[in-house]
């Protein structure tokens, strides 16, 4: 029998030979199409909100435009290569930059919950589920984020929207299942078994007896790291969890990164290896000092996020090719919504290509030589930890 590695690699060579990676699990459902349509009076208006600045967030939507250009909704746009450092930033530019005969990226209508702040979330979900209800002045949000999706998702407004990097949407409550999002104006994207894949593969890389894994002990927070999948798929592979907790909801985000960071050097000193998992307290502030403590351990690492981790010293992830794909996916989705498709009867599963991120200094810095088939499997290698 092959071992999820083995499978991801004869995946990886398929690519290579020319056959498509699976993206979109189905497209029965989809009838309505993706061909720019005019709006009977103005141009359909776009929305966002996010629970706070998150590395992959502005990664994301720069795909989703992409997209967009690429089934002709936009014109042609220069987008950006760097993050914009400001709270919707990019949003900003998109509404001055964006050209198109069919939609707007309404300036107003970018919405923030205080960067992760659960104080301020409140205040803000109500006003924008005022505006969403009363105002009738937006078409389609974009809910970026867990959080953002947990506002969203709910019978008081009936705005289509689009849940778009939400880590478990199942799990935190956005949606009902893989099959049915539970509300007509909602669909949320929807990868099954991609966090045991995940772990099933560090697995089968690394061999581990003991895996580390940081999370905060709440039911969001159990979501958000995927601690029930993590425990189901050591049960079956026959390896050991080591836990740490780390809150993140009602501290300062700087409490939040302080109590990761101990959390991470906790457990570099009692694990194998350790699955980086996502946590409001893991950012670009607390990751380096993270990566440090894991290298000073020669500890494996897995990045639950993705290769914008392994570029800064995290061992091994899963490419996401700056999202394009996940971005393809996102923007087929709004032209069929603004086609006329409801977004409950869109198919929300959505499959990954895989593709593998390796940063080959911090295989040095841990001790560990990669075998030529895991090179081969590599989509992404980086050669120096990125500050």
């Known amino acids: 029998m092959k071992t999820l590695f083995q499978w991801l690699l004869v995946g990886v060579m398929c690519t290579a030979l020319g056959v498509p990676p699976a993206m979109a699990a189905d497209t029965t459902q989809q009838p309505f199409s993706t061909a720019p349509k005019a709006k009977a009076q103005g141009k359909w208006r776009i929305g966002y909100y996010e629970g ?19 089934l002709h909704w936009l014109n042609k746009i220069e987008i950006p290569a760097e993050d914009n450092p400001t709270p919707g930033g990019f949003w900003a530019y998109l509404a001055h930059n964006a050209v198109s005969d069919y939609i707007e990226f309404v300036p107003d209508a970018y919405y923030n919950a205080g960067d992760f702040d659960p104080r301020i979330r409140p205040q803000v979900r109500e006003r924008l589920i005022k505006r969403l209800s009363e105002q009738g002045d937006i078409d389609l949000m974009i809910a970026m984020g867990t959080w953002a999706g947990q506002d969203l998702a709910n ?8 849940v778009a990097a939400a880590g478990d949407p199942i799990g935190s409550g956005i949606v009902k299942s893989a099959e049915d999002s539970g509300l007509n104006h909602l669909y949320a994207r929807v990868e099954p078994d991609r966090h045991a894949r995940q772990v099933e593969l560090f697995h089968d890389i690394i061999g581990f007896r003991r895996l580390g894994v940081v999370f905060e002990d709440t039911p969001e927070g159990h979501a958000r790291a995927a601690v029930d999948i993590i425990e189901r798929t050591a049960a079956t592979k026959g390896f050991e969890v080591v836990k740490c907790s780390a809150p993140f909801s009602d501290v300062p985000r700087e409490a939040a990164e302080n109590q990761v960071v101990a959390c991470y050097e906790k457990i570099a000193m009692t694990a194998d290896a350790v699955y980086l998992t996502m946590h409001h307290g893991l950012n670009a502030r607390s990751l380096p000092q993270v990566v440090t403590a894991l290298i000073a351990a020669q500890r494996p690492s897995f990045s639950m996020l993705g290769e914008s981790e392994v570029k800064r010293g995290v061992l091994v992830g899963m490419a996401q090719g700056h999202y394009r794909y996940v971005g393809y996916f996102h923007a087929e989705h709004i032209a069929r919504i603004f086609n006329g498709a409801q977004p409950r009867l869109l198919s929300q599963v959505w499959l990954a290509p895989a593709r593998i991120a390796l940063n080959l200094k911090t295989a040095e810095l ?7 088939d895991i090179l081969l499997a590599c989509d992404e290698i980086y050669s120096t930890i990125e500050q």
């Open 52 to 70: 706070g600045q998150h590395p992959d967030h502005e990664v994301i939507l720069k795909a989703i435009v992409r997209g967009l250009v690429n």
């Open 155 to 162: 019978d008081r407004h009936h705005v289509a929207t689009v």
């Open 366 to 372: 841990v001790g560990y030589d990669p075998s030529v």
